[in-house]
């Protein structure tokens, strides 16, 4: 019977909850099976929940990057709907080193969101890891640049908000949570970085004016052509929740460069695509802003 198909299929896929699969079937914009048809694939699954929940317990853990703390992966556990008891044998058999997942969820928040040191350590703690496993982190986290993340986050405030250079500093200090001496060194270098980046664009803008065959494949990072089979697949998946201000803006960023790498090569429906995606990233940023999330 095609249902049963659906619901394996969805099953083994996405690791799914039954309350999940049942979910996915009787939804409108997915199956649309009545719910009789549902209880029926569902009491005719051969599919072992505990398993279902440990697996997804271990690709929340490893697999899914910057990782997850045993806490939040709890919670998602049970948002996804599995019981009380497939949650609980989850957690009891998952194999993970979470000293090291958070050890791999400092340096994605250092290279990636460009986080301080002191923002990084409440940000795991916020996360469920807990002190020792933070500690480890801390202490192994060797190659961050934290002066670099400084300088970006103060281009940041300037390019978004238009802020006088006194409150970026503030910004830094209070709520980024940059040392002192980091938030000068922003400042410091800032016109210079700013000075740096507009030679860049200039360049890019000149090249793109060329009568050549590659006109317009202007990487604004290099003056390097861009070739348009470089770009990546437009992809947004939903996510569980509002992830942290820093990250939605820099997917925003992202994708408003690829739209515009894309409409100079000429493929306007891909940098349509992008652009939604952008606006999707942009709105996660405004409710993240507005509920204060803490990163």
């Known amino acids: 019977m095609p249902i049963l198909e659906e619901a394996r299929k969805h099953a083994l896929w996405f690791r799914s909850s039954k309350?999940?699969?049942y979910e996915w079937l009787t939804s409108e914009q997915h199956c649309n099976y009545s719910e009789e048809d549902a209880r029926y694939a569902l009491a005719n699954l051969d599919i072992d929940y505990k398993q279902q929940a440990l697996e997804e317990a271990n690709y929340l853990a490893t697999a899914n990057v910057p990782g997850n703390?045993?806490?939040?992966?709890?919670d998602l556990l049970t948002m996804k709907g599995f019981t009380q008891e497939e949650t609980e044998y989850a957690m009891e058999h998952l194999d993970a080193d979470f000293k090291k997942v958070a050890l791999g969820c400092a340096?994605?928040?250092?290279?990636?969101?460009?986080?301080?040191?002191?923002?990084?350590?409440?940000?795991?703690?916020?996360?469920?890891?807990?002190?020792?496993?933070?500690?480890?982190?801390m202490t192994n986290l060797s190659f961050a640049d934290f002066k670099r993340?400084?300088?970006?986050?103060?281009?940041?405030?300037?390019?978004?908000?238009?802020?006088?250079?006194?409150?970026?500093?503030?910004?830094?200090?209070?709520?980024?949570?940059?040392?002192s001496e980091e938030a000068e060194y922003a400042l410091a270098y800032l016109d210079e970085a700013i000075a740096a980046r507009e030679k860049e664009h200039a360049a890019c803008d000149a090249d793109s004016?060329?009568?050549?065959?590659?006109?317009?494949?202007?990487n604004r990072d290099s003056v390097d052509n861009f070739d348009e089979?470089?770009?990546?697949?437009?992809?947004?998946?939903?996510?569980?929740?509002?992830?942290?201000?820093?990250?939605?803006?820099?997917?925003?960023?992202?994708?408003e460069e690829l739209a515009q790498r894309a409409r100079g090569c000429g493929r306007d429906e891909l940098a349509a695509q992008y652009?939604?995606?952008?606006?999707?990233?942009?709105?996660?940023?405004e409710e993240a802003e507005d509920e204060e999330m803490e990163w």
């Open 209 to 218: 004016n060329l009568n050549e065959t590659d006109e317009g494949r202007c």
């Open 69 to 74: 703390s045993r806490r939040s992966i709890l």
């Open 149 to 179: 993340n400084a300088l970006y986050m103060a281009q940041w405030r300037l390019d978004e908000f238009h802020y006088p250079r006194k409150n970026i500093y503030q910004q830094l200090i209070t709520r980024d949570l940059f040392s």
């Open 229 to 255: 089979n470089d770009f990546p697949e437009p992809y947004f998946e939903d996510l569980p929740m509002i992830p942290d201000p820093h990250t939605c803006m820099n997917n925003v960023l992202a994708y």
């Open 275 to 285: 652009e939604e995606i952008a606006a999707r990233w942009r709105y996660l940023f």
């Open 107 to 137: 340096e994605f928040d250092a290279v990636e969101c460009h986080f301080s040191k002191e923002g990084i350590r409440q940000y795991l703690t916020a996360q469920g890891f807990t002190e020792e496993e933070v500690a480890y982190a």
């Open 19 to 21: 309350n999940e699969i």
